[in-house]
């Protein structure tokens, strides 16, 4: 039983590119949330997916959007880099409905930006 | 705006010595739920508290959540060096959004 999978593991990009995080959730679970977290810090919730859907969004700015796929799998993609968007971007996936539900974690992405 | 502290930031506790790490948001949670990250991973679900005074046992981990719901305590009891990691709470703020705290880094010395 796969959990969940991200890729790719490490990724250096330079000031101004885009980039883009992919995430396959634990089989089972349809919804997934995306997380960065910065060094020695927690992880920060940047936006939940459901049914296709973006159904809550955190004090991200609109550089960062998503999309998620008819198998449940979803994308993260971050505009125009800033240094500070450095991070471990981590996608958690749990099941249907409420999130009254543990939610599984993938090894993330470790992003640098030059 | 939502924030979630913990304390403390650091512990380093002798094997054996027991650990307490608190909880402690500026809004009402809808449940919390407890994960440890363990250096260079990722973090690994504990357990999931909703009601008002919960108190939950795992082995020698044994969780609280506040009358208020505004706050939650992890202890464990008889520290191991299986348990080095961080540990974090996440509290549920509405349907959808989960809110990390700041984390405590456990350390134990054998």
């Known amino acids: 039983d796969a959990g969940v999978t991200q890729s790719p593991t490490h990724l250096i990009k330079t000031r101004g590119q885009q980039v883009t995080l992919r995430c396959s959730p634990k089989?089972?679970?349809?919804?997934v949330s995306w997380y960065q977290q910065a060094l020695g810090q927690g992880p920060q919730f940047i936006f939940q997916?459901?049914?296709?859907?973006?159904?809550q969004r955190g004090n991200f700015p609109d550089r960062f959007s998503g999309h998620q796929f008819p198998n449940y799998s979803s994308e993260l993609n971050v505009n125009a880099l800033l240094l500070g968007d450095s991070a471990l971007y981590l996608c958690?996936?749990?099941?249907?409905?409420?999130?009254?539900?543990?939610?599984?974690f993938g090894d993330g992405t470790r992003l640098s930006i030059l | 705006g939502q924030q979630v502290m913990q304390i403390p930031q650091y512990q380093h506790v002798q094997e054996g010595e027991d650990f307490t790490t608190y909880c402690n948001s500026s809004?009402?949670?809808?449940?919390i739920q407890w994960y440890k990250q363990r250096p260079g991973g990722h973090p690994v679900f504990l357990i999931q508290?909703?009601?008002?005074?919960e108190v939950k046992k795992q082995k020698r981990l044994t969780f609280q959540f506040g009358e208020a719901k505004k706050n939650s305590s992890l202890h464990i009891t008889a520290t191991q060096t299986t348990d080095v990691g961080t540990y974090f709470c996440a509290g549920l703020l509405g349907t959808y959004k989960y809110i990390f705290g700041t984390g405590t880094r456990l350390k134990v010395l054998a």
């Open positions: 089989s089972g679970h349809d919804t």
């Open positions: 508290l909703v009601k008002s005074g």
């Open positions: 958690a996936s749990s099941l249907t409905g409420t999130s009254n539900q543990p939610q599984h």
């Open positions: 809004t009402t949670l809808s449940n």
């Open positions: 997916y459901y049914e296709e859907e973006e159904r």
